[in-house]
């Protein structure tokens, strides 16, 4: 089988790789944190060195429990709107949109991300009748102007995974800024690190083996609220509120109980744009 060579020069680029072996890695264990046979099927058909990601417990299971949690809110999101708008930032190979199978054709689906992304999602992951994907970057306006154009009745889920550590406070301020001029009444979902894992790229397990660097962090995440005066917090969730963070390994486990800066280490979010 002809496989499809990646031609992505971005630094963060090869975290999207990482992200879809981590699935790949849980989907096919004994007792799967996740099932995703699409993220498996996808690292079959890609010529990469994946085994520079190998062995990486703590990583693979944290990937997957925040697949599951973001599963989770988009479906529950589709479950009580009329006209769900689903807007995946940095959607990288995500395979969200297939993992919910039917109820994903009760909404439609926005994919953003980067052009050399974009190209290689096109060719491994072409777009059903009810998604769209853009090329572009999250800071620019174009696309939200664009979203409200095309969808004037529209209600809106962003969920934007694994994303804002790569990019400095300033960056995220901007982003979060233009959508809540735009989208009264859209729920925002993202994860977040604190201060010490944003300082300490070399401490992450599988990050450490990219060339990717964190940027951004925060401890009290309340303090977006001051961005914009429509962002209002709703909810943060640890992964330690998931009954199965147990199985990212004793290690980590260890150091989670002990450590408050590792327990908050990494943050799953709710906002609201009033």
Same mark, same amino acid.
């Given at each position: 089988?002809?496989?499809?060579?990646?031609?992505?020069?971005?630094?963060?680029?090869?975290?999207?790789?990482?992200?879809?072996?981590?699935?790949?890695?849980?989907?096919?264990?004994?007792?799967?944190?996740?099932? *995703?046979?699409? &993220?498996?099927?996808?690292?079959?058909?890609?010529?990469?060195?994946?085994?520079?990601? *190998?062995?990486?417990?703590?990583?693979?299971?944290?990937?997957?429990?925040?697949?599951?949690?973001? =599963?989770?809110?988009?479906?529950?999101?589709?479950?009580?709107?009329?006209?769900?708008?689903?807007?995946?930032?940095?959607?990288?190979?995500?395979?969200?949109?297939?993992? !919910?199978? $039917?109820?994903?054709?009760? &909404?439609?689906?926005?994919?953003? =991300?980067?052009?050399?992304?974009?190209?290689?999602?096109?060719?491994?992951?072409?777009?059903?009748?009810?998604?769209?994907?853009?090329?572009?970057?999250?800071?620019?306006? $174009?696309?939200?102007?664009?979203?409200?154009?095309?969808?004037?009745?529209? %209600?809106?889920?962003?969920?934007?995974?694994?994303? !804002?550590?790569?990019?400095? +406070?300033? +960056?995220?301020?901007?982003?979060?800024?233009?959508?809540?001029?735009?989208?009264?009444? &859209?729920?925002?979902?993202?994860?977040?690190?604190?201060?010490?894992?944003?300082?300490?790229?070399?401490?992450? %397990?599988?990050?450490?083996?990219?060339?990717?660097?964190?940027?951004?962090?925060?401890? $009290?995440?309340?303090?977006? +609220?001051?961005?914009?005066?429509?962002?209002?917090?709703?909810?943060?969730?640890?992964?330690?509120?998931?009954?199965?963070?147990?199985?990212?390994?004793?290690?980590?486990?260890?150091?989670?109980?002990?450590?408050?800066?590792?327990?908050?280490?990494?943050?799953?979010?709710?906002?609201?744009?009033?």
């Amino acid at each position: 089988m002809s496989k499809t060579k990646p031609c992505l020069q971005d630094s963060t680029a090869d975290t999207l790789l990482l992200t879809l072996y981590a699935r790949s890695i849980e989907s096919q264990k004994p007792r799967p944190l996740i099932q *995703d046979e699409y &993220a498996v099927k996808l690292v079959e058909q890609i010529d990469y060195n994946f085994h520079l990601f *190998d062995n990486i417990p703590t990583t693979s299971a944290a990937i997957a429990l925040r697949s599951v949690h973001f =599963d989770k809110v988009t479906r529950d999101f589709i479950c009580c709107h009329k006209n769900p708008v689903v807007v995946i930032v940095g959607c990288g190979l995500d395979t969200r949109k297939q993992r !919910l199978e $039917d109820i994903s054709h009760q &909404a439609v689906f926005y994919q953003l =991300d980067l052009p050399e992304v974009i190209d290689l999602r096109e060719q491994l992951l072409p777009p059903d009748s009810n998604e769209h994907y853009i090329r572009g970057c999250l800071r620019k306006a $174009d696309w939200k102007d664009k979203l409200l154009k095309d969808h004037p009745e529209g %209600e809106f889920i962003f969920l934007i995974e694994g994303v !804002l550590m790569y990019f400095t +406070e300033s +960056e995220n301020r901007q982003f979060m800024t233009q959508l809540a001029e735009r989208f009264s009444g &859209a729920e925002l979902h993202c994860d977040m690190f604190n201060h010490w894992m944003s300082q300490n790229t070399a401490f992450h %397990e599988a990050i450490s083996r990219t060339a990717a660097t964190f940027k951004f962090g925060l401890n $009290d995440e309340k303090q977006i +609220e001051s961005w914009h005066s429509k962002l209002k917090h709703e909810q943060t969730w640890l992964l330690s509120d998931y009954p199965d963070w147990y199985r990212m390994g004793l290690p980590f486990v260890s150091l989670y109980l002990v450590y408050h800066a590792v327990r908050t280490a990494s943050k799953f979010l709710k906002f609201t744009i009033k």
